[in-house]
């Protein structure tokens, strides 16, 4: 699995728009992308692996930092 710094998942995801609104010890928190959820984060993306993670389950998306990148 290809490792990241948290300054290159923060500039990926500033490029493509995705709003952090929070961060935990390994993940940063974000307004999902993917669904019209504009009121709190639903979806993460860790720090060192660039896996991202919907929590809304009609969403589900999920993947890698490259997956996120392809689809947005």
Do not use: W
């Amino acid at each position: 699995m290809q490792k990241y710094t948290k300054s290159d998942i923060r500039s990926i995801l500033h490029a493509l728009k995705v709003e952090v609104e929070s961060e935990t010890a390994k993940d940063f928190l974000c307004l999902c992308p993917f669904h019209n959820n504009r009121n709190t984060p639903s979806f993460e993306v860790n720090y060192y692996s660039g896996l991202f993670l919907s929590f809304n389950p009609a969403c589900g998306e999920r993947g890698t930092l490259n997956d996120l990148i392809c689809k947005l």
